[in-house]
Every structure is written in structure tokens, then in C-alpha cells.
């Protein structure tokens, strides 16, 4: 990444946002590695919000010149990119339409190639505190428990791909990344902003909100998940297509499980016709997450929206003992489902000051367990990319040249592995993971994938 390094800071850092420089210089421990007027304007959040933990290493990159940045949606993928882009020197503001800072939703799998951003911004501790480290994937026959594949985990993972696989609940991961952000700009998240359109002249990007308000900015980034207003004026409108899917989200504190009936330490995916399920831990293995991908025809796209654990019990009836007892023990008011929607994917994800990421442009079916790990890919090389010695126009271009091939991939993939969890005969679901071989394919291409230090002139696949 083009840029330089203004500061690293050990130690405890207090308050005083224009003597901070000095504080920099006369502090025990700490070390100058260079100081600019642009450092103090980037250091100042902290300042502000008094201290910076005992211990700690702070870097900051800047480019020779900061932009104005507006994102629209706060979700993973958008407070990523803020984190990495405010690290960057640039002033950004992120407008979400909830009017509370929240998330909601099921666990997320977070594999090496998402976990290199994460630790980049800090969050090690917080993962390795908060998430599970699973030994393995694990396939199987939805009634015999019969093994179909395995891919390794765990140290294994580690050791080949440099980081760990963590899952972690949703709700965790999107609080530590607020937390990041607010540390680098208390004022960078606005509530309440609901946008309708995205405007663009020669000079500036503007988002237009529903209740009139207008902002102006040198880019705008659109993180507005598969819904997304931004995408309307970068990519033609296209509705997101229902697949004809839809899946059941449970949490279940594990104490309620008999322990002769409790999944093991790895992501279980429960193979059969029609129907597939997935088990694995998460809030350091007191909750068991379980997804449910069910072919029935029900369109709702909202993930709070409660149905009948009848019709639960009824799409996995007579599932292997270790599935049911998952079922059989969570609260029956809190069984939610959601429609599962698509896109084909596209090659264009930006104008000259417009660019999208994650859901907004490349939506992905949850079959690989890499939508969150590509929208926090997404950020990274953004924030790669306009560090570039070159026009932003021209910077985004390298931006979407190498990140859509990549995702393209992930999505058409994504889609192929629910029709090879939903086989009915079982010889043929035998031999189709033999055939696939996803272990192999995904330690090659998927997992070793660094977005911290990939050639952004190369296309990713």
C-alpha cells in the first residue's frame, strides 16, 4: 500500500488532542516513526475520546491526500471499509437508516482469508476471545450420520493459511468492528438516514435522503446489502431473483442438549433431499447455531420474522438424533426464517466516484460460508486501491478488475454446493463429493487469499 506511516504508539495515550505530538515525543516507550500535520488531524479521535488501552500499537496510514467519503449502510462490510479508509487518513461518514446501532442475524464463519483484515484492525483478542476455532468441516447423510467429506480446520487451517477459522456471532463481530470505528472517529456512524438516490456530476458524488437532507462527497460507497439503493445507480435495477429456498435460523444455549447428543467441535453440514442443515458453535461454544436450507416456496427476506416451530419439526422429520435434538430444544417462539435471494454476477461495480462491495453487488448464497468473508475482502482492497498513485477513477477500476472475478466465483460456487447438499439418492451424494473434492479446492483458491498484500494489479480468483 502506497502511503506512509505516520505514528506507532505504545503505551497509554491521554487526552489533548494538539499536544499530542509532544505527548508522542517526551512519552516512555513510545516511538516516532514520523509526524506530520496530517498525524495529528488523524490521531485526534482518540484524543478526544480520552485514553487509548495500556499496551496497545496504533498504526495509521495516510495518503498526500485525504478524501470525503459517504458510505451508505453499516453493516459488516461497510464498517470494515469505514475502519480501513478512516485508518487511511480519509474523513468518512457512514449513513445507515436504522435509527438504532445494532445487527441481527445468525452466526458468521470467518476463515483466514477475512480473518487477515480483522487482525489488521485490531480485533485478534476479541475473536480469540468471543468466537470458536472448529477442528474441521464435517458432511453428512442427513439420517445416517455417514461422513461425506471432511475439510481440515483448526491448526491445520492455521498452519497453511497463516490465521485461524473462527465463528462468531454476528452480533460480536459487527459490535467489534463499531468499536473500532468509533475509536477512530466517535462521530463517523450517522443513525437514521435513509437513502433513496445516488447522484454524480464530474466534480462529486451525492446520496439524497428520504426526508430531503443531501450530502456531497468525493466517492460515495454503497454497503447497502442486497437491497441496495446505490447499486441502482451503478448497475441496471435488477430485482434479487428468490431461489426457491429459504432457511430457519435457531440459537440454542448448549446446556439444554444431553451431552451424548451434542455436535462435536467443527461445522457439521447435514446432507439430504431437498434439505440441508447446518450446526456450529458460537459465544465460545455456549450456543449452538443452527441454519436450516429447506426448498419451499415463501418469499419474506426479513431475518426477524418468526414462524411455527411446527413447520420446523416437519421439514426435518425423522433427521439424524443429533439434528433433532437441536430442534427439539430451542425456544419455540424463537424460530426464525427468511427467503434465500440471488443475483447473477456482474462485472461492474463502480462509476468514476461510485463503488459498491459485499451484498450490494455480489450476493451470495450461504453455502460456502464466505458471504461476510467477501464483503470484508471487498473493504480491504478498496481501501488498498485508493491508496494508489493514480486518479480515484482509475483506482476503482483496479478495485472492481480485481475483486469481481473473485466473487463471481464465490457466488457461482456458492449456488452448485446447495444443489450438492440436496441429492436424494445417497450413492450419488457419495460419489458427487468425491468427484468435488471441496477440501482441496478450497485450500488452493479460496482460503490462501491475502487481501492485506495481493497484487491488486492481478485478478483474483
Not at 17 to 29: C, P
Not at 190 to 208: F, K, M
Request: net charge negative; proline share 5%.
Amino acid at each position: 500500500m502506497q502511503g506512509r506511516i505516520i505514528a506507532v504508539l505504545r503505551g497509554q495515550l491521554c487526552a489533548g488532542a494538539w499536544s499530542l505530538s509532544t505527548a508522542i515525543l517526551s512519552a516512555s516507550g513510545w516511538r516516532v516513526v514520523g509526524c506530520c500535520v496530517e498525524a495529528r488531524h488523524a490521531l485526534r479521535p482518540w484524543c478526544d475520546r480520552g485514553c487509548w488501552a495500556s499496551g496497545s500499537m496504533l498504526t495509521i496510514h495516510t495518503r498526500s491526500q485525504s478524501m470525503d467519503i459517504a458510505m451508505v449502510g453499516a453493516g459488516i462490510g461497510g464498517l470494515t471499509a469505514a475502519a480501513c479508509l478512516l485508518r487511511d487518513g480519509h474523513r468518512v461518514r457512514i449513513y445507515e437508516q436504522a435509527r438504532h446501532v445494532g445487527e441481527i442475524g445468525a452466526a458468521v464463519q470467518m476463515s483466514a482469508n477475512a480473518v487477515k483484515v480483522l487482525y489488521h484492525l485490531g480485533l485478534k483478542d476479541r475473536l480469540e476471545a468471543q468466537a470458536v476455532k472448529p477442528s474441521a468441516f464435517e458432511f453428512r447423510r442427513f439420517d445416517s450420520g455417514e461422513l461425506l467429506h471432511e475439510i481440515k480446520l483448526g491448526e491445520d487451517h492455521a498452519q497453511r493459511h497463516g490465521h485461524p477459522y473462527y465463528q462468531i456471532h454476528r452480533v460480536d463481530l459487527h459490535a467489534a468492528l463499531l468499536e473500532v470505528v468509533e475509536q477512530l472517529d466517535p462521530q463517523a456512524l450517522q443513525l437514521g438516514y435513509r437513502a433513496i438516490e445516488v447522484q454524480e456530476d464530474e466534480h462529486s458524488a451525492s446520496i439524497v435522503f428520504e426526508d430531503g437532507r443531501q450530502v456531497r462527497a468525493n466517492l460515495v460507497v454503497g454497503s447497502d446489502g442486497i437491497k441496495s439503493v446505490v447499486r441502482k445507480h451503478v448497475v441496471d435495477a435488477d430485482p434479487p431473483v428468490f431461489t426457491g429456498q429459504v432457511a430457519w435460523r435457531l440459537a440454542i444455549p448448549i446446556e439444554r442438549i444431553a451431552p451424548e447428543l451434542r455436535p462435536p467441535m467443527v461445522s457439521s453440514i447435514w446432507c439430504g433431499p431437498n434439505n440441508h442443515a447446518v450446526m456450529y458453535y458460537m459465544r465460545a461454544g455456549q450456543v449452538l447455531n443452527f441454519v436450516g436450507c429447506v426448498e419451499r416456496p415463501w418469499e419474506e427476506e426479513s431475518w426477524t420474522s418468526r414462524q411455527p416451530w411446527e413447520e420446523l419439526d416437519q421439514d426435518y422429520a425423522g433427521w439424524h438424533p443429533i439434528v433433532r435434538a437441536a430442534i427439539d430444544n430451542v425456544d419455540r417462539d424463537q424460530c426464525f426464517r427468511w427467503a434465500l435471494n440471488n443475483r447473477k454476477p456482474v462485472m461492474n461495480w463502480c462509476t468514476d466516484r461510485v463503488a459498491l462491495l459485499g451484498d450490494a453487488v455480489h450476493p451470495t448464497l450461504p453455502y460456502m460460508a464466505q458471504g461476510a468473508a467477501m464483503a470484508i475482502e471487498d473493504a480491504a482492497v478498496l481501501s488498498r486501491a485508493l491508496a494508489l498513485d493514480m486518479p480515484m477513477a482509475q483506482a476503482l477500476q483496479v478495485f472492481q478488475n480485481h475483486r469481481a472475478p473473485r466473487a463471481a466465483r464465490v457466488v457461482r460456487e456458492s449456488t452448485e454446493m446447495g444443489d450438492l447438499y440436496h441429492i436424494a439418492d445417497a450413492q450419488q451424494m457419495k460419489q458427487a463429493f468425491k468427484d468435488r473434492n471441496i477440501a482441496a479446492s478450497r485450500n488452493n483458491w479460496l482460503y490462501p487469499y491475502d487481501p492485506m498484500n495481493v497484487d491488486l494489479m492481478s485478478q483474483a480468483g
